[in-house]
Every structure is written in structure tokens, then in C-alpha cells.
């Protein structure tokens, strides 16, 4: 495996403390191979000796300095650098110790969006109050745990909810929480996201194929309607209907059969005409001599 010089995917963060808390400062470095790590003080390597009951650590990249009671004589720059075979990297922020105390405040608040799906969704935040506060972000009253869809980052006094990419289910109310020594605040905002729209299905087109005549005829149907189709000597012919159906003749009343008329299917079949019913003619009675 090729090596990588150190970088640092989370930069130190600046820190105001109430003198007598804790102060913490952390980062992230990546790099091949694993870089090794120190920590500064105003430009000095940080010893036991200089910062009595700090505690130092470096596990999966992540670099860590905590001192359990900060006083006055700790405000300073802290810096962390990492190093390997292939190179440096060094990050710098601010230790601010004060006996003062201010409780939070959104100096940026959250803002309502509505964006589309499969969209980039930034939720940004800025706090202040001293000492810094602590921030999480919830949605529908549930607390949001960075990870590959939902990153939460922070640069200074701002603070970020990146979503990679939204669908509708990341709809709802979203809360961003801020709280110290000092007092608590509350920021929330709607996020919708839009789906894609569902397309209209156009009207059924029924197509009839006359093989007699090579002829196409494309007809929309409606449930209200009936239409009627006949083919004679090859010419295609339509008829809609009336939409109320034709009245039914009357039984007729006497016992004697009369011809059937032909149907539909007999006179659309092949285009052929059928022959009429022969007519029997009666010879009339012939008149007797007058005498």
C-alpha cells in the first residue's frame, strides 16, 4: 500500500472554559503509515511537568488532550502535530479561561427548508456562551449520531447537520440542542423533502386491423359509449351508438315462425352479403264462369 502523509479531517477547535471545568481538545488524522503524535503549548512540547494532571491520548486516528481543571494560567495555543514517513501536519486552536459565565446563545438559528429528493441538505447553526457549549442535533425529538448519511461538523462557533443526499423520509422537525454550566437553548425548523412526481397514464388506444383491406382504425373508447363496427367490401365503417340502450320489439303473439333476421356476426363475417329469403308466390284462385 502506497503512503499517505498526514492530514487532519477534523481540525482542533478553539475552547472557552469557566476556570475550575474541564477543557478538551480533539482531532482527527488519517495518514499511512499511522502518524505519530505530539502536543504544544504556545510553541513548547507539552510535558507532564508543564501541564500536571492532563491527560493525553491517540486511538483510531483520534487525538485527544482533556485537563480535568482549567486555570487562568492555561489560556494559550494548543497545537497537535502528526507525523510519518511520508510527511506533517500540524492544527492550532485557542484556550480561553475566564471566570466569567454566559449562557447559550444562537447567534444563526435554524432555518426551514424544502428541497428535493436525492438534494444535499445543510442544517447550520452559530452558538455562543462561555463556557463553549455543547451541541446536538435531533430530529422528531431523536438524537442524530454522526455517520456516513448524517455528519455533523463543527468550525468555530458554527455548527453544521450535513444530509448526503435526502429522500422523504428524512421529512420531519429538526432541533438543535445547546447547553452549558450556564443555561440551555433550543433552536428547531421544518425540513421537507419532495418526492418525485407520479406521471398521469394517458387514455388506452385500441387498434383494429382490417386484414381485407389493410386498413387501421384507432378508436378511444369510453365506458359511456358503445360503437358498432361493420366491414363491407373491404370499406370499414364506424357507428357510436346512442348512449341509452334501443328498445326491445315486443314478443310477437302469433305461433307462427318467421324468418330470422341475420345477426351482427353474420353480416361483418368476410364481408359477404347473405342471399334474401326466397319469396313463395301463391297463384290466386281462378274466378268461375258467370253464366
Given amino acids: 500500500m502506497s503512503t499517505q502523509a498526514p492530514t487532519f479531517t477534523q481540525p482542533l477547535q478553539s475552547v472557552v472554559a469557566l476556570e475550575g471545568s474541564a477543557a478538551t481538545f480533539e482531532a482527527q488524522?488519517?495518514?499511512?503509515?499511522?502518524?505519530?503524535?505530539?502536543?504544544?503549548?504556545?510553541?513548547?512540547?507539552?510535558?507532564?511537568?508543564?501541564l500536571p494532571g492532563a491527560?493525553?491520548?491517540?486511538?483510531?486516528?483520534?487525538?485527544?488532550?482533556?485537563?480535568?481543571?482549567?486555570?487562568?494560567?492555561?489560556?494559550?495555543?494548543?497545537?497537535?502535530r502528526a507525523t510519518n514517513g511520508a510527511g506533517q501536519a500540524t492544527s492550532t486552536a485557542e484556550l480561553l479561561v475566564t471566570v466569567e459565565?454566559?449562557?447559550?446563545?444562537?447567534?444563526?438559528?435554524?432555518?426551514?427548508?424544502?428541497?428535493?429528493?436525492?438534494s444535499q441538505v445543510r442544517l447550520?447553526?452559530?452558538?455562543?456562551?462561555?463556557p463553549t457549549p455543547v451541541v446536538k442535533f435531533y430530529r422528531e425529538g431523536a438524537e442524530i449520531q454522526s455517520s456516513a448519511d448524517f455528519q455533523i461538523?463543527?468550525?468555530?462557533?458554527l455548527y453544521s447537520l450535513l444530509i448526503a443526499e435526502a429522500f422523504p423520509e428524512d421529512s420531519g422537525t429538526y432541533s438543535v440542542n445547546a447547553s452549558n454550566s450556564s443555561g440551555r437553548a433550543t433552536s428547531t425548523a421544518e425540513l421537507l423533502v419532495q418526492g418525485d412526481e407520479v406521471a398521469v397514464p394517458a387514455k388506452k388506444t385500441k387498434t383494429i386491423m382490417s386484414t381485407s383491406s389493410q386498413m387501421t382504425v384507432e378508436s378511444h373508447f369510453q365506458s359511456s359509449s358503445m360503437m358498432e363496427m361493420r366491414v363491407e367490401g373491404g370499406v370499414v365503417t364506424q357507428t357510436l351508438a346512442h348512449k341509452t340502450p334501443p328498445r326491445v320489439p315486443p314478443k310477437p303473439t302469433?305461433?307462427?315462425?318467421?324468418?330470422?333476421?341475420?345477426?351482427?356476426?353474420?353480416?361483418?363475417?368476410g364481408g359477404r352479403h347473405q342471399s334474401p329469403s326466397p319469396v313463395r308466390h301463391v297463384k290466386a284462385p281462378t274466378p268461375a264462369p258467370v253464366r
Fill in 29 to 50: 488524522v488519517s495518514g499511512n503509515p499511522v502518524p505519530e503524535v505530539s502536543w504544544f503549548r504556545d510553541g513548547q512540547v507539552l510535558s507532564a511537568a508543564a
Fill in 55 to 80: 491527560q493525553i491520548s491517540f486511538s483510531d486516528g483520534r487525538a485527544v488532550l482533556m485537563i480535568p481543571a482549567v486555570t487562568a494560567a492555561h489560556s494559550g495555543r494548543f497545537s497537535v
Fill in 153 to 157: 461538523v463543527q468550525e468555530g462557533d
Fill in 101 to 118: 459565565t454566559a449562557p447559550p446563545n444562537f447567534i444563526q438559528r435554524l432555518q426551514s427548508m424544502t428541497v428535493r429528493q436525492g
Fill in 124 to 130: 447550520d447553526v452559530r452558538v455562543a456562551g462561555i
Fill in 254 to 269: 302469433s305461433t307462427s315462425k318467421s324468418p330470422t333476421p341475420p345477426s351482427l356476426a353474420a353480416r361483418v363475417a
